[in-house]
């Protein structure tokens, strides 16, 4: 047998004990690197914008064969497309009209920064019944590069033309807004200390776990900061370390102190109470730490760069946040080690009825699921089935300007665009056509692109645009319907599955890009992934959790709860997002697909945190378990110990998640909002019915383990059974009266 208990329950009980005696310089250092990645990430060159590039598909081929044969066309430049509307029953080519927007547009063409303006009634941007125009502004560098005072070019020019009495509205990568300003932040933390302050009933014990929290995310956010130029990493990238970063951060050091407050209850003097805490409640956010990062980490099988990236940031959060609870909590505890006690302990009554028996609701609650186990389960799951139903009709896209707010002027140029030129002008696809092999190039395009405005749902073609080469050309297609249409997606497949007829012996081969072929693509090659990315975190986390608890059933058993409460929570996007039920409440003013990136994102995070709440609930029943409880014994002693502050603890990441949903961006708010239900369902319908439901169903054969597997399965005591046979070298703990007069 593999004998690995001391080095876990004890050598982190040995790190407790040694960071609360070494406080002091524990704590410098910890200032120390915070000051340390502060001044590297402020120094630090900007976040680039979001990189989307998927290789392996269609989209992504076409799109950099683009850019290798025109070579002076910029990856990712910014554009602005604005918009020229005429008052009601009135059209833009009318004299006054007409020459206010073409002293618009030589104004947008005074800009450093512009690389090309296409003036409207040159360029054949009028809509039919001459009610609308648009201009097409191209900058020379990329869209977060465009400065401020370009995008002051735009108002500027815009303002001429609304002087005329037209109105004019601009939209385009170069008009994105800035992020949320920190509103999210400010909301998620006051919730947090609300909760906090209600769990402890002291200001110190609820301020401690904020304040570790906040340091370990300012550790993490400006240690991303510092490498995001030279890794790539977004500022959405960052968006979502900070999410999970301070909703780890939080709940981890919470466990830690509530079970140093439980010990010091028990007797223990501050730091063997310590000392305990970190073994035990500290081994647990140890191994829930690790299940967070398997299931970031498992987005690299995905095979997208971005989520990759996102992924691995949110792991540094997550690790820091670890780190925090493991070494800097003990430490804070050492400056107060009697303040964070409840008033009672404080004032020295020991032993109160409320610290014999803590957790009193948990354990009515226990008793109930114990006597009725079955109704339990069958309402359990079928609340959630029911949720889980209109997961069936998810549509995964990338929602545009039409997801914005009608408030913004972006999603009104959209809006004109669309009613003036047909919705699918605001998602034209981009047809790369390789002539290499054509004996005329000319001619062979040509063909290709009148064989193609015959196709059922393509509204127009654009005139064909030969590099210097002549060996590539490119034009637009303008399907008939809008971007995240299906019958846009079926025009897409259509247009490749007919690349026989279309091309026609000319010798030429062509591929469809564009940002809504790409955005179709990612959605499909996500969809792909989904299951192998699935069997990669729950195969992991199951033999992890095999390790853990050492029973087969159980991992098995959360792996099943953590499935139904990610679906039904998917359900629960669809029907906010996608079918608008209580859009309104959450700033949802324009329904559609589900981002296709927010499934597979939110079932990564949801699947570690899942882990978690199982970690820190049945690691204490099999404490008692291995101490010789009987089954139901066991689950009535988890929930008194752990319900009450598993409890705080999903409440703080709801109120993380749910302050997310006030951002602006749809990928923040969609995300946001599936973390904050998925957690909700996880933690009290799975974790807290469901779960001690199906083990009291299943007795002891929730704790079997055949022989064999028994023998070969290393020790890892993540309930800290050892430390309780083993003062751990040090001199026999002493129990002593409460409080403890010094630590």
Do not use: Y
């Given at each position: 047998m593999i004998e690995m208990e001391r080095p876990v329950a004890g050598l982190l009980a040995r790190l407790g004990r040694f960071t609360f005696r070494r406080r002091g310089p524990v704590l410098l250092v910890w200032l120390a690197i915070l000051a340390g990645t502060v001044f590297a990430g402020l120094t630090a060159a900007s976040a680039p914008?979001?990189?989307?590039?998927?290789?392996?598909?269609e989209s992504q081929t076409a799109f950099d064969l683009m850019q290798e044969r025109f070579p002076g066309l910029t990856a990712d430049a910014g554009d602005a497309t604005v918009v020229f509307v005429a008052p009601a029953g009135e059209k833009v080519t009318a004299a006054p009209y007409k020459s206010a927007i073409e002293s618009a547009v030589r104004q947008l063409g005074d800009g450093d920064q512009v690389a090309m303006v296409d003036d409207p009634f040159q360029a054949g941007a009028v809509s039919g019944d001459g009610s609308a125009a648009y201009a097409s502004v191209r900058y020379a560098v990329k869209a977060s590069a465009v400065t401020d005072a370009s995008i002051e070019k735009v108002d500027t020019a815009a303002d001429v033309a609304r002087k005329a009495g037209l109105t004019v509205e601009a939209g385009g990568s170069a008009m994105e807004p800035g992020g949320g300003g920190g509103v999210a932040e400010i909301i998620a933390i006051g919730l947090a200390a609300v909760i906090l302050l209600i769990t402890f009933g002291s200001l110190v014990a609820a301020g401690l776990p904020l304040l570790t929290a906040l340091l370990g995310v300012a550790v993490s956010m400006m240690s991303i900061l510092a490498v995001s130029d030279a890794f790539g990493l977004s500022a959405t990238t960052g968006t979502m370390a900070l999410m999970l970063g301070l909703a780890v951060g939080i709940d981890y050091a919470l466990f830690v102190v509530s079970r140093y407050r439980e010990e010091r209850a028990r007797g223990f003097c501050a730091?063997?109470?310590?000392?305990?805490?970190?073994?035990?409640?500290?081994?647990?956010?140890?191994f829930a730490g690790l299940t967070v990062v398997i299931a970031l980490a498992g987005m690299a099988v995905v095979g997208i760069p971005m989520l990759t990236k996102m992924g691995l940031?949110?792991?540094?959060?997550?690790?820091?946040?670890?780190l925090v609870a493991l070494t800097l909590v003990p430490a804070v505890l050492g400056f107060v080690p009697d303040k964070v006690l409840s008033p009672s302990a404080r004032r020295g009554q020991v032993a109160t009825a409320d610290e014999k028996a803590p957790g009193r609701g948990g354990t009515r609650w226990a008793r109930l699921v114990l006597r009725r186990p079955i109704a339990v389960l069958v309402v359990g799951v079928a609340l959630l089935g029911a949720l889980a139903i209109p997961a069936a009709s998810l549509r995964l896209g990338m929602p545009g300007d039409e997801s914005r707010p009608t408030s913004t002027t972006q999603r009104r140029a959209y809006d004109a665009l669309a009613k003036a030129f047909g919705p699918g002008f605001n998602g034209p696809l981009m047809i790369v056509v390789d002539v290499k092999a054509a004996t005329e190039p000319e001619r062979a395009v040509e063909s290709i692109a009148g064989k193609m405005a015959g196709v059922d749902g393509v509204v127009s073609v654009s005139p064909a645009l030969l590099n210097d080469a002549r060996d590539t050309a490119m034009f637009e297609v303008v399907p008939s319907t809008s971007p995240t249409d299906e019958a846009t997606k079926d025009?897409?497949?259509?247009?490749r599955d007919a690349r026989p007829e279309l091309v026609g012996g000319t010798g030429a081969k062509f591929q469809v890009t564009g940002t809504t072929a790409v955005?179709?693509?990612?959605?499909?090659?996500?969809?792909?992934?989904?299951v192998p990315y699935l069997a990669t975190i729950v195969g992991l986390a199951v033999l992890l959790l095999l390790v853990v608890f050492r029973s087969i059933l159980i991992p098995v058993k959360a792996a099943l709860g953590f499935l139904l409460s990610a679906v039904a929570a998917l359900g629960a996007m669809v029907l906010v997002f996608q079918k608008g039920f209580a859009a309104g409440l959450l700033g949802v003013e324009q329904t559609g697909p589900i981002m296709s990136a927010v499934p597979i994102f939110m079932i990564g995070i949801v699947f570690g945190l899942a882990m978690d709440y199982q970690v820190f609930l049945v690691s204490r029943m099999r404490e008692d378990h291995v101490q010789g409880a009987q089954p139901r014994q066991a689950i009535e002693a988890g929930f008194r110990h752990s319900a009450r502050v598993v409890v705080a603890a999903a409440l703080i990441m709801m109120a993380v998640?749910?302050?997310?949903?006030?951002?602006?961006?749809p990928f923040i708010k969609m995300i946001g909002f599936s973390l904050a239900a998925a957690v909700f369902l996880d933690a009290f319908v799975v974790r807290m019915a469901i779960v001690p439901a199906v083990m009291a169903l299943l007795d002891r054969r929730a704790w079997w383990l055949p022989r064999w597997l028994d023998?070969?399965?290393?020790?890892?005591?993540?309930?800290?059974?050892?430390l309780e046979r083993d003062p751990l070298g040090e001199p026999e703990r002493e129990r002593e009266p409460m409080p403890a007069s010094a630590p």
């Open positions: 914008a979001d990189d989307f590039s998927v290789p392996g598909i730091v063997d109470a310590v000392s305990l805490a970190v073994g035990t409640a500290g081994s647990a956010v140890a940031a949110a792991v540094a959060a997550v690790v820091v946040a670890v025009l897409v497949r259509g247009l955005n179709i693509d990612l959605a499909e090659k996500l969809r792909d992934a989904l998640f749910a302050g997310f949903v006030a951002e602006v961006d023998r070969i399965l290393p020790r890892v005591d993540v309930e800290g059974a050892s």
